[in-house]
Structure formats: C-alpha cells, structure tokens
C-alpha cells in the first residue's frame, strides 16, 4: 500500500492525473498481462485530493521569523513555501498509513 500511495502522490505532484481504477476481467483479459498474478489494494482517496484546507499551527517566533524570511527570498508566501518544499522534498517523503 505505501507504493501505490506514494506513486499517486508523485503522480499528483507531476500535475498528472491518477489513472481510475481498471476492473480485474479488463486486466485479465488483457494479453500484456498473460500469466501474471494480480493483487487487489484499496487506497483511501483522501489522498488524491486537493483541497485547500486552513491550518494552525505553532511555531517559535524565531523559527516563524526564519521561515518568513526563507519563504520571502524565494518570492513566496508563507503557506506557498511550506506548501512547495514539503511537496517538492523527496528524499525525506514517506508514505501516509
């Protein structure tokens, strides 16, 4: 279930649309796929949305004064920039269980 969380979400952030769900016969009777063992996954479909939601959220002043200052050299907002780098940094991204 992590792969398939996490391969929406890259999907998603490539500003890709997430393919719908295929039937098991469609796969089945499909020849690209001859001989091979399927599996069935449910994926929870709050994580393929997008929608804006209001956060609060505490943080020192000296950590929010370095954040403004981080979001403002890069031109952005604050929700902007916490927003790009938390999609945008990989390496340290884990799936939601």
């Given at each position: 279930?992590p792969?398939?969380a996490?391969?929406?979400?890259a999907?998603?952030?490539?500003?890709?649309?997430?393919?719908?769900?295929s039937?098991?016969?469609a796969?089945?009777s499909?020849?690209?796929y001859?001989?091979?063992?399927?599996?069935?996954i449910s994926?929870d479909?709050?994580?393929?949305?997008?929608?804006i939601?209001?956060?609060n959220i505490t943080?020192?002043?000296?950590?929010?004064?370095?954040?403004?200052a981080?979001?403002?050299s890069?031109g952005e907002?604050?929700?902007?920039y916490?927003?790009?780098?938390v999609?945008l940094d990989g390496?340290?991204?884990t799936?939601?269980?």
């Amino acid at each position: 279930m992590p792969h398939a969380a996490a391969r929406s979400d890259a999907t998603l952030d490539a500003g890709e649309a997430v393919s719908p769900p295929s039937s098991l016969d469609a796969i089945r009777s499909n020849s690209d796929y001859a001989g091979w063992i399927f599996g069935i996954i449910s994926v929870d479909a709050g994580l393929l949305d997008d929608t804006i939601e209001r956060v609060n959220i505490t943080l020192t002043r000296r950590v929010l004064l370095r954040l403004d200052a981080l979001a403002r050299s890069a031109g952005e907002s604050r929700s902007g920039y916490i927003a790009h780098h938390v999609a945008l940094d990989g390496p340290r991204r884990t799936a939601v269980s």
